[in-house]
């Protein structure tokens, strides 16, 4: 109940495609849904976040999709650039306290 | 700001002696989280802090993990006595309790257990 699934675990994409990771989870009472972005050395850090009662988020060129009814959510980052090479973690939270976070995706953004 | 700060950023041991892991909140913070990662678990939080006081500590592994938060700027986890498969990368992060959620982390501590 209190797993966050996601997947793929790894991904490759050419400069200027689209790049998407997707996560389900399954306890009904997340109300908080963040992706965090890691660059190796460094800490997790804020990328976006939606909750439930929207069903899309737009900041630049990362999108958040949300489908309540089926418990998952994505991350769609645009026109991928090889800077967004990073390591992508969903999370969610009742409460926007204790996250419960996916295994994480490798992404390579090749120029 | 200079953002949540974590000391030491890496620390070796060996097996059998204890660790002590530091952490400063970003300034004006009142939530305060301990988490660890590992290849094979991902990101795990051990335990969380509101206002100084531990809120759920039911991911800290064993008796072996401790945690206090002495005042809001400062906060300790410690390992003792340490052990091989403790080795993995800690951070701590920050909030605002009530707050929009966004959670801060620190560099981290790197810590190998020999």
């Known amino acids: 109940q209190q797993q966050v699934k996601q997947s793929p675990q790894s991904l490759i994409v050419q400069k200027g495609g689209i790049s998407i990771i997707n996560c389900a989870y399954e306890?009904?009472?997340?109300?908080?849904f963040p992706w965090y972005q890691q660059f190796p050395g460094k800490g997790p850090a804020l990328l976006i976040a939606?909750?439930?009662?929207?069903s899309e988020k737009k900041e630049g060129r990362f999108t958040i999709s949300f489908n309540k009814s089926a418990k998952q959510f994505s991350l769609h980052i645009m026109d991928s650039q090889p800077g967004d090479s990073a390591t992508y973690f969903c999370?969610?939270?009742?409460?926007?306290?204790?996250?419960?976070f996916g295994q994480g995706t490798r992404l390579t953004i090749n120029p | 700001d200079a953002g949540v700060i974590q000391s030491p950023r890496h620390e070796v041991t060996e097996m059998g002696q204890e660790v002590t892991l530091r952490c400063k909140p970003i300034?004006?913070?009142?939530?305060l989280f301990w988490y660890r990662q590992t290849m094979m678990r991902g990101l795990e939080l051990l335990i969380y802090?509101?206002?100084?006081?531990?809120?759920?500590d039911s991911g800290m592994p064993e008796d072996r993990f401790s945690a206090k938060m002495p005042n809001a700027s400062f906060s300790t986890l410690k390992i003792q006595p340490s052990e091989p498969r403790d080795s993995a990368v800690y951070f701590c992060?920050?909030?605002?309790?009530?707050?929009?959620?966004?959670?801060?982390f620190g560099a981290g501590t790197r810590l190998s257990v020999l």
């Open positions: 992060a920050s909030t605002i309790f009530g707050g929009i959620g966004i959670q801060y």
């Open positions: 999370a969610a939270s009742k409460g926007a306290q204790k996250l419960v």
């Open positions: 802090f509101n206002n100084n006081v531990p809120i759920d």
């Open positions: 300034s004006g913070h009142n939530s």
């Open positions: 306890n009904t009472a997340f109300d908080y």
């Open positions: 939606i909750r439930p009662d929207v």
